[in-house]
């Protein structure tokens, strides 16, 4: 049943549980309430009021704890690790195709003329190596 739909439900049960507790205290049938007519429509009120009270809580709860979609089976997550060494002038590109992806390592030397980049599947870990074996900007 949809949230909306279970709140519709607690509403109208709600008003039906104050109906139902007023026109049995109304009832009267053992006889605890006031001789006097406003006193005892004011008893009845105030005790079909708490049952609604309770009984519009405990619908509350069920009604808020509604999940609103399915939850989706979970994903297994596939740890990737890059490993490159280069040297001279080759050029190394290492894509991780791991999707959803979990911890990513990546390790990367390049000597001489060389370049490695390595990219993970998400583009969240994107690193490019150039000669010195240090991530461009990176103080040598």
Same mark, same amino acid.
Do not use: H
């Given at each position: 049943?949809?949230?909306?739909?279970?709140?519709?439900?607690?509403?109208?049960?709600?008003?039906?549980?104050?109906?139902?507790?007023?026109? /049995?205290?109304? !009832?009267?049938?053992?006889?605890?309430?006031?001789?006097? =007519?406003? $006193?005892?429509?004011?008893?009845?009120?105030?005790?079909?009021?708490?049952? @609604?009270?309770?009984?519009?809580?405990?619908? /509350?709860?069920? /009604?808020?704890? !509604?999940? @609103?979609?399915?939850?989706?089976?979970?994903?297994? #997550? %596939?740890?990737? *690790?890059?490993?490159? #060494?280069?040297?001279?002038? &080759?050029?190394?590109?290492?894509? /991780?195709?791991? &999707?959803?992806?979990?911890?990513? $390592?990546? #390790?990367?030397?390049?000597? =001489? +003329?060389? *370049?490695?980049?390595?990219?993970?599947? +998400?583009? @969240? !870990?994107? %690193?490019?190596?150039?000669?010195?074996?240090?991530?461009?900007? @990176?103080? !040598?």
């Amino acid at each position: 049943m949809s949230r909306p739909l279970r709140w519709v439900v607690v509403v109208l049960g709600s008003a039906a549980v104050f109906f139902v507790c007023f026109k /049995a205290a109304q !009832a009267d049938p053992f006889g605890w309430l006031p001789g006097k =007519d406003s $006193d005892a429509v004011a008893v009845a009120a105030g005790f079909a009021g708490a049952m @609604t009270a309770a009984a519009g809580l405990a619908g /509350a709860w069920w /009604a808020g704890t !509604a999940s @609103t979609a399915p939850a989706p089976p979970p994903t297994p #997550e %596939r740890p990737v *690790r890059q490993k490159a #060494e280069a040297s001279g002038t &080759s050029r190394i590109s290492q894509s /991780a195709g791991a &999707s959803p992806a979990g911890p990513v $390592d990546q #390790e990367a030397t390049a000597r =001489d +003329d060389s *370049r490695i980049r390595q990219t993970s599947a +998400d583009r @969240t !870990a994107d %690193r490019t190596a150039d000669r010195t074996g240090e991530e461009p900007g @990176t103080p !040598a």
